[in-house]
Every structure is written in C-alpha cells, then in structure tokens.
C-alpha cells in the first residue's frame, strides 16, 4: 500500500504545488480535499501529466462530518502518512466575492482542527500534519488576539467558537472583523499546532506549522505585494519555494521537528522587526 497524503484545499495553487513535490520527491499518493469539484478535477488531470498518482474527495474541511468523510476514503486508498490544512480564504470581500468573518475563520481554524483530529486516529504508523499559519499575526502586538480563550479550544471546542465568534462580531466593521477572523485565526492556528504536538507526539505524528509569505496566487492582492517588496528578499515567494518546505516536513529528514512555526516568507516577519527596532 503506497503512503497517503491528503491536502485540503488542494486544488488551490499552494496545493497543487504541494502535491507535486510530495508526489514525485516522497513517492506518495495524493488526495486533495477541495470544495470545488471541477478544480479537483483539472488538478487531478494536471497532476497525472506530471507523473503524480492522486485522487480528489470534495469535502468542506470546516464540517466535521465531512472531514470525517475526506480521511477516512483517504485511509482506504493506502497508509495515512500526511495531512496538510491549506483550505482557507482571502479575508478581502468584494462586489463578486462575500465573504462573513465566520467564514473566514471557521475554515482556518475549524478545517484545521476537524482534519488533524480524524487525521490523527487515522494515522496509525505515524505521521505529520502540516498547519498553515501566516504573517498576519505578526502585525499586530502578541496578547491582542484572544490568546486567553485557546486554552478552551481543547476542553470545549463549540463553546471557544462561539466566544471567538462574539469577539470578532465586536472587533469592528464588516472588513476589520474579516481582517481579524484571518489574523487571529491564524495565530490560534500556531497555538494548536503546539498543543497538537504534544497530545500525539508519542503516537509518533509530528505537528507543525509553515507561515507562507506573500505567496503568487489568487489570494495575493496589492497590500500583500507591498508586504513583499519590504520584506527581507524584496519579492513574492513562488508555490514551489513553498512545496519544497512541505515535502521535506514531510519526509524522514525532518524527524525530530514537531511543535514549531517556521515562516517561510522571505523576511517579512524580520523586516517588519527591524522597523520596529
Ligand atoms: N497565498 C498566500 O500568499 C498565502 C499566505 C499565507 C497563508 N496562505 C494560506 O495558504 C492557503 C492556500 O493558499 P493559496 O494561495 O493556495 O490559495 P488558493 O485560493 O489558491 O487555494 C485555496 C483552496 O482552498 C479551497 N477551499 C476554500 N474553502 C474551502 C473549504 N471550506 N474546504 C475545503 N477547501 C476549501 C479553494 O477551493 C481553493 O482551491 C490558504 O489557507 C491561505 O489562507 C496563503
């Protein structure tokens, strides 16, 4: 049985970057979780031209049930070795494009939360899960993003929702309370990741968390550009510099890496230090 890795929003550019680079560097099968059927699809055709054997599930990754759904075809087609949660939204509404804050973080942190946890008793020779964490939660001061309510996620994980879904609902306008849904989703994302790493580090799964940059892809937009141009290397990263980062997590190399945040962003993070200094 060949060794399986889901991603979800997999149709997406990061993720199809993914798939390749696992595919053909790791050898293994690719399931991409999306929610658009027909971007599975050419994905699926555009993988297999490339040499890569993967298969499409369309699930929601913010419904439990359906994130069920999605590993366990996933854990039929071969040994789960790999989860990496890459569905998300841009938090940027538009006249074509609407999107709620609940939206915006339900499928960050609850795609995350539902996909590692049924991935994880799946995982039964071990594994890695990758989050995705960003940038965004560098831009602000660390304690202003209801980093006391985290703890709640893993007692009572409805009721830590439904909080951060009041806090947002508070936090401003319509597009301040997107901007914070991503921001602050984001930054629990990190959290979890430690959390998580610790509850199945001894079931031989490592947990990490990769902080893109500004990467080329439909999410990019003018704010992120100007993010890029003052970042330590002056430019957007490309979904391969990204896939190169997941495929390595995901191999044997990096064995003795779990609970961590590692931006790959081209110093964005470090530029924005540095004018603070
Ligand atoms: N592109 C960047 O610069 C950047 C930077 C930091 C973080 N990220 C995050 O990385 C991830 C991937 O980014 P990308 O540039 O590939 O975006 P993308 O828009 O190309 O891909 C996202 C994919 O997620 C899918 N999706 C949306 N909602 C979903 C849901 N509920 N369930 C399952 N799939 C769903 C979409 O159909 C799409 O295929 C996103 O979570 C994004 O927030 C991106």
């Known amino acids: 049985m060949s060794n399986v890795c889901i991603i979800t929003g997999g149709a997406g550019s990061m993720g199809l970057g993914a798939a390749e680079a696992i595919g053909k560097e790791l050898g293994m099968k690719i399931v991409l979780g999306d929610i658009s059927e027909e971007a599975i699809d050419k994905g699926v055709a555009k993988l297999a031209e490339a040499g890569v054997e993967a298969d499409g599930f369309v699930a929601d990754a913010r419904n439990q049930e359906e994130a069920a759904q999605l590993v366990a075809y996933a854990a039929k087609t071969g040994t789960l070795k790999g989860l990496i949660n890459l569905a998300g939204i841009s938090p940027k509404g ?135 141009r003052m970042s330590a290397i002056g430019r957007t990263g490309r979904p391969e510099e990204l896939a190169a980062v997941y495929a390595f997590m995901l191999s044997d190399k990096a064995s003795y890496i779990s609970g961590t945040n590692l931006m790959v962003d081209g110093g964005i993070v470090a530029a924005i230090h540095n004018i603070k200094r």
Not at 200 to 208: A, D, E, P, S
Request: with cysteine.
């Open 94 to 228: 538009g006249p074509d494009y609407h999107v709620s804050y609940k939206l915006v973080f339900d499928i960050a942190v609850c795609g995350t939360v539902f996909c590692s946890q049924e991935a994880a008793k799946a995982m039964t020779e071990g594994g890695c899960i990758i989050n995705i964490s960003s940038t965004s939660p560098f831009l602000v001061p660390a304690g202003t993003m209801q980093e006391d309510l985290y703890p709640l996620a893993a007692e009572d994980f409805s009721g830590f929702l439904d909080k951060m879904h009041a806090a947002l609902a508070a936090s401003g306008d319509e597009q301040t309370a997107r901007n914070y849904a991503y921001m602050w989703g984001r930054r629990f994302i990190i959290w979890y990741t430690e959390w998580l790493a610790c509850q199945v580090g001894k079931q031989n799964i490592r947990v990490v968390s990769i902080g893109p940059g500004v990467v080329d892809g439909p999410m990019v937009e003018e704010s992120g550009l100007n993010l890029a």
